[in-house]
């Protein structure tokens, strides 16, 4: 009788744990297959070329995610009516772990279903503006994408790869489109005034540097860090073409991004001298990159696209070509000091002080040079007029405007709005209520400001302090937790990067429905590389 006993609880058991790893696997599986579509289809998706692309990612995004999530909602809850059924629910809720990002995922969630409620435009705020659909339903898509991907997702080399093998594509098809080359005949039937505002199968150019500047890093990381000759040369050419890509985009924001990873990227190669002559390398393939595209640009002029000053200058002033010689003779002599063991970059603690000094010293110098700049308080031979050095309604490619717009908007709000915000992505009909007028009189009637260019003040104005809060501390925290497990798993450093160049380039940027779902999915990514450790 006992015996039978034992065997019966035996085989309850191991009932009780199939059917929890059926509905893990299951699960996976499908969170698995939606990352693919997302990450690997998703940025090619376009129809009528230029004409419809940003309503055409949204319905592949809404449609995707509704089904995917009808589905998971389905096995989910009968999961729960199972654990209810066998008596396991409190123990499963025992069992789970809640990360700092945790908490913040869910408490932004929280706050945006408040704001919805509290808002005086619903009509706008459940799906958003018309060409940003911002509104309360993508937000509870991010929500989701990041709760799944981070209890389910599992690491996948191969699936990795696809990752990057659809952004080479992407890459790639851009830098040639930048030199007319147009396979897809995107540029078909479209105005020549707009042809440097659309690039690749993304669309609209700001949209497509916030794809480079989550992508990239995870390329630019495998060539930096892994060994193995053909990995190192199909990740060499992909950070060769990613460099490329940078230096021909013509949005201005990319560089803080391209800035921070270079950071990032120099503060953990100096663990170890393998990781600061990698570190070289990536330099010297980006300067080399910056000038192979100086030189065609040189070679054919009519073809290459006419680009901002900043990145003509990048790829074809004679600083490019000393600061590529400079690192080649920095590498040459670094591996010849390795060779002769007369150097251990470990050891020289100084160099991460001195990289961090400089790093604050030059942003805090910005700052003050612009504010006195803008204050008139230099003498008139230090004052400038530069479009990034005088903050007025025109600074920045006139963020300036949009700023002071969003800003004047928040203060000015009552305190519910201040606390709770309009709505997601009721920017628009809130900032219209205090400056319509003046903001026709400079645009006209039929432009309406539709969000601050600035992603964090413009969910300030969107969801109030509260939201405000709750979004920059799911990116914040996320950074910190992954960093501190960089040394665990070193595949969160890319992570890492692209968390903060997303942060950064974003500052002068937007939430947008290709590149939001992608980073709350890298974000989950890197939760999940931890939770399965």
Known sequence: MEIEMSNHLIKTAVEKKKMGQIYHELTGGIVSVYVFLILVIYPFYFQDKYYNIGYAKWKFFLNLTFGTGVILAA?????????????????????????????FVFSYLIVVMISTLCSPYKNQVIWGADGWYMGLIAQLCFVMIYYFVSRYWKWDNTAVAFWLGAAFGVFLLAVIMRFRIDPLKLYQGLEEQYVITFLTTIGQATWYSSYIVLLFPLGMFAFWFYDGRLLRILTGIFTSIGFMTIITQNSDSIFVALGIMIFVLLWFSLESNKRFRRFLEVMMICFMSFKFIGICQLLFPTKAVPLGNIFIF????????????????????????????????????????????????????????????????????????????????????????????????????????????????????????????????????????????????????????????????????????????????????????????????????YQQIVCTPTIFILIGVGESIIRHE
């Open 75 to 103: 096995s989910t809850i009968l999961y729960f009516i199972y654990l209810v059924w066998s008596h396991e629910l409190k123990k499963n809720f025992q069992n789970v772990q809640i990360s700092v990002p945790d908490r």
């Open 314 to 509: 990048c790829s074809q002033s004679g600083l490019t070509w000393a600061l590529l010689a400079g690192t080649v003779i920095v590498y040459a002599g670094f591996c010849l000091a390795e060779k002769r063991r007369k150097i251990d970059i470990a050891r020289i603690k100084v160099v991460r002080m001195i990289v961090l000094f400089i790093l604050i010293t030059g942003i805090g110098l910005t700052v003050a040079y612009i504010y006195l700049n803008t204050t008139g308080k230099l003498p008139e031979n230090y004052r400038s007029n530069s479009n990034y050095l005088l903050f007025n309604e025109y600074w920045g490619n006139n963020r300036g405007l949009s700023w002071m717009a969003s800003a004047k908007s928040f203060v000015q709000g009552n305190l519910l709005r201040q606390i709770a915000g309009c709505g997601p992505d009721g920017f628009s009909l809130y900032v219209q209520s205090f400056f319509g007028e003046e903001l026709a009189r400079k645009w006209g009637q039929s432009v309406a400001l539709t969000c601050a260019h600035n992603e964090w003040l413009n969910v300030l104005v969107n969801l109030g302090i509260a939201g405000a809060a709750a979004y920059l501390g799911i990116f914040i925290s996320s950074a910190a937790r992954f960093w501190k497990k960089t040394k665990k798993h070193p595949e969160l450093i890319a992570i890492v990067m692209a968390i903060l160049c997303y942060m950064g380039h974003n500052f002068f940027c």
